[in-house]
């Protein structure tokens, strides 16, 4: 997945970076990207202004019934 850092881009070589997933996640990522809407750039465009989704996704976990 590639990830870009606005905070970092003005360093060489900072500007984004590539992060290991789960294969597990792969079926899901893509599941959303089909969803998406035509042109999106983005798999999860909702919360892409929020700098901290800890909560948020906790929540989801416990609700799952898993332990965060």
Partial sequence: MLVTSPKTEYHEGKASRLVPLFPELRPHLESAWEL???????????????????????????RAGLKP
Avoid: S
């Fill in 36 to 62: 998406a809407e035509r042109g999106a750039l983005y798999v999860v465009a909702q919360y892409r202004n929020r700098a901290n989704l800890r909560t948020r996704f906790e929540k989801i976990i416990k």
